[in-house]
């Protein structure tokens, strides 16, 4: 989808991927464990980095992502994929890496947002 939007071709185009990087809706109900963190912590970690390093080629960052389910933990934190696809379209759209990282903890869980300019 992301790929598609390029061909739009328009000035000042805002796009906005709402999702969210940690979203098993149980665990949030749960009190974190040394376990529960360190899987959450992986997981965004390897999506931190699959997102901004500039280490990685396009073509590696677009494979990571395509086969995100082999990431660590990442059914853990992704139970469903669906707030995780908006992510997938906003790099297709902009096909490099991120600009911006923003780290944050939201409900005792570890998350992370992207800015692609």
């Not at 080629?57 to 995780?84: K, M």
């Amino acid at each position: 989808m992301g790929r598609q939007l390029r061909g739009l071709n328009q000035e000042n185009l805002l796009v906005i991927g709402s999702g969210f990087t940690f979203h098993n809706i149980r665990e949030f109900f749960r009190s974190a464990t040394s376990e529960t963190q360190a899987m959450n912590e992986a997981f965004e970690t390897w999506l931190v980095e699959t997102c901004s390093s500039a280490s990685i080629s396009e073509t590696e960052r677009e494979q990571r992502l395509l086969h995100w389910e082999q990431a660590p933990h990442a059914r853990y934190c992704h139970p469903r994929e669906e707030h995780l696809l908006p992510l997938h379209v906003c790099y297709g759209l902009a096909q490099e890496r991120c600009n911006e990282v923003f780290e944050l903890h939201i409900l005792n869980r570890k998350t992370s947002m992207f800015l692609w300019q």
